[in-house]
Nanobody, 123 residues
Framework: QVQLVESGGGLVQAGGSLRLSCAAS????????MGWFRQAPGKEREFLAS????????YYADSVKGRSTISRDNAKNTVYLQMNSLKPEETAVYYC????????????????WGQGTQVTVSS
């Protein structure tokens, strides 16, 4: 079992940056691939980025590639998402997830989810 708690969301101006954190509990955190998703009101949950258990491989959606960085610290049981040059249309609830499939991009490939953290980007 893995429990996930996101933090770091908030209000930011367009063009600004945020670093989201996801703290995991459970002894097997380092065995899981981790991912970040977001969901805007009235829209489907969207994949953003994923990272393998070792941290050596990462994958990004085109929508955030070049502007975001996913990383993890297995010693701290934490995964991060650094987001830069944020746009108002990226206002959403951001979720982290854990799964056993390396570099997973689909919702069904993840087994555990956090409760989400709100990111609001003002114009």
């Amino acid at each position: 079992q893995v429990q996930l708690v996101e933090s770091g969301g908030g209000l930011v101006q367009a063009g600004g940056s945020l670093r989201l954190s996801c703290a995991a509990s459970g002894r097997t955190f380092s065995s899981y691939a981790m991912g970040w998703f977001r969901q805007a009101p009235g829209k489907e949950r969207e994949f953003l980025a994923s990272i393998r258990w070792s941290g050596g491989n990462t994958y990004y959606a085109d929508s955030v590639k070049g502007r975001s960085t996913i990383s993890r610290d297995n010693a701290k049981n934490t995964v991060y998402l650094q987001m830069n040059s944020l746009k108002p249309e990226e206002t959403a609830v951001y979720y982290c997830a854990a799964g056993l499939i390396a570099i997973a991009t689909a919702i069904y490939e993840y087994d555990y989810w956090g409760q989400g953290t709100q990111v609001t980007v003002s114009s």
